[in-house]
């Protein structure tokens, strides 16, 4: 029963709309009718400048980070590093899925990027720097956001499961499982 109240309470963390309630406070927009019309740090960055969005990745990162840690908040993960694991994974993804469909915001967010970031950072920090390295090289050499997204999720893929290889099974799926995200929510920014 505790398990399920942490992940309610992670899916209401990752709904904070920090975009929204950013552009909507700050600048009487909402930003979702704006640039792509998406409630995240890449739209930020378009419509309200680097600063806003970097704070509102920031804040979206720190977001996945707080939820996959309400483990924490039982003894029982604390030793259990298997079902730990497991459990964070649950956590992350509830957080994700706030930050995608928002219950403050009418469940129309952003595309869950920032947050899965937050996620890896607070799973596998190691994994998660080398998929920031990734999207900042693409971003470098192509300038385009979804791109170096896309191949960051892909890279978090192919990072466990063949350089880290990574031998919990729900870690594995949810590799993959996040590959498919990334390239699924912004697969409007491809075609």
Partial sequence: MNEVLLILLAYLIGSVP???????YFFKIDIRDYGSGNAGATNTFR???SKWGTIVMAVDVLKGIIATSLYILLPYYLTDEWDRTNFMIGLGLAAVIGHIFPIWAGFRGGKGVATL??????????????CVGVFLIVLYLTRFVSLSSILAGVSFMVFILFI?????????IFAVLVALMVILTHQKNIV
């Fill in 18 to 24: 920090t975009a929204i309630w950013i552009s909507k």
């Fill in 47 to 49: 419509v309200l400048g």
């Fill in 117 to 130: 970031l937050g996620m890896a950072v607070a799973i596998q920090p190691l994994v998660a720097l080398c």
């Fill in 164 to 172: 880290f290889n990574e031998k919990e099974t729900l870690y594995r």
